[in-house]
């Protein structure tokens, strides 16, 4: 036991059970192991999602928790808690957390207790017009799963007809309700949709996101199970770095999961650079039991590793390495150290 939670720290991930449970709320701040103050909560409100996305890393947990909905009772007391102890921002994630029927009841008591809030969506919801305009006043920022310029292609990612067209109608309504609103993109990177990439980027920027995330695909959930399928090799990877269109975007872009060395002239976008800590709240199995736990991460390194060639790397204390399982599937030779 102790040597797990060694090795999990030594990653930037702590466990402590129990925020939500009774006795009383503690208002010390979360400081993490070099200092860090916690400000950010990651809540997963909901286990069912309409779409299958090939990649999805939640299809493990979403599987063995369905069947444990999340309280509203039980959201109340995560936030009271993170609140008291200095957690300024909420980002609430599923599944897809728009369906669960106390979605706006969360947001107006995060708003209510001082937090910036956010929602991670295939637009499920927000693309009903009404829908949005009463959750709006309530929610600063949705990231929006946008994995392809054509419905074609995002629909085979997503595993649904009419995704496309869902999430971008969702987008467009958001921005139309609140031209001001934070619409932000994430586009999961894998082999399928690589040469697509720029144009997902220009789709993304012409919607009117101000963000763009591209996360390489990551070894957890389905993501896992199908990671020799779907993860774009190294050498794939610097090829569609070095095309990125930057030039043509307002959004700001950032590159999560590839190593800082494959980014070439774009190593400042990656967002090793622009990670806050952060902690997770959801399901987990304990012996006999299902508890809502806490997972406390002070950096983005969990399931990264440090390879030889990162060694003698100048920005190794910034990036995070290439994917654990990456590493033990495939070489690594593309990896090449900062002077």
């Known amino acids: 036991m102790a040597e797990a939670a060694s090795r999990l720290r030594e990653r930037g991930v702590t466990k402590i059970h129990g925020i939500g449970a009774p006795g009383g709320r503690d208002e010390t701040p979360w ?74 009841d969360t947001l107006k008591l995060a708003r209510k207790l001082g937090m910036r809030t956010s929602v991670g969506t295939i637009g499920t919801m927000l693309q009903r017009p009404a829908f949005a305009a009463e959750v709006l006043p309530f929610l600063d920022e949705a990231l929006f799963s946008l994995h392809g310029p054509t419905a074609e292609l995002h629909d085979e990612l997503a ?58 695909t990551t070894p957890e959930g389905d993501g896992y199970d199908r990671f020799d399928e779907l993860a774009p090799r190294l050498d794939e990877l610097t090829a569609a770095m070095a095309a990125l269109p930057t030039d043509e975007l307002k959004a700001t872009l950032r590159i999560f999961g590839v190593p800082m060395c494959l980014l070439g002239e774009h190593a400042m976008l990656s967002n ?68």
């Open 31 to 104: 400081i993490g192991p070099d200092g860090q103050v916690m400000r950010r909560l990651e809540l997963h409100l909901t286990y069912t999602c309409p779409e299958r996305c090939a990649f999805c890393s939640e299809a493990h947990r979403m599987s063995r928790f369905k069947a444990f909905p999340v309280t509203f009772g039980r959201v109340a007391s995560v936030l009271r808690t993170h609140a008291s102890r200095g957690v300024r921002a909420l980002h609430i994630t599923g599944g897809e957390p728009t369906i669960h029927p106390r979605f706006l």
């Open 159 to 216: 595993g649904r007809p009419g995704s496309f067209d869902q999430v971008t109608a969702a987008i467009r309504t958001c921005r139309s309700l609140d031209p001001e609103f934070g619409a932000f993109v994430n586009t999961v990177l894998c082999r399928r949709n690589l040469d697509a990439l720029p144009d997902t980027l220009r789709l993304a920027d012409s919607l009117g996101a101000s963000l763009i995330i591209v996360s390489n």
């Open 272 to 339: 090793d650079m622009h990670w806050d800590p952060r902690v997770t709240v959801e399901w987990a199995s304990k012996p006999g039991k299902v508890v809502f736990d806490d997972f406390f991460n002070w950096n983005p390194g969990r399931k990264r590793v440090h390879v030889e060639a990162c060694a003698s790397c100048s920005r190794k204390g910034l990036c995070q390495g290439v994917w654990d399982r990456y590493a033990e599937l495939w070489p690594v030779d593309a990896l090449q150290a900062k002077p």
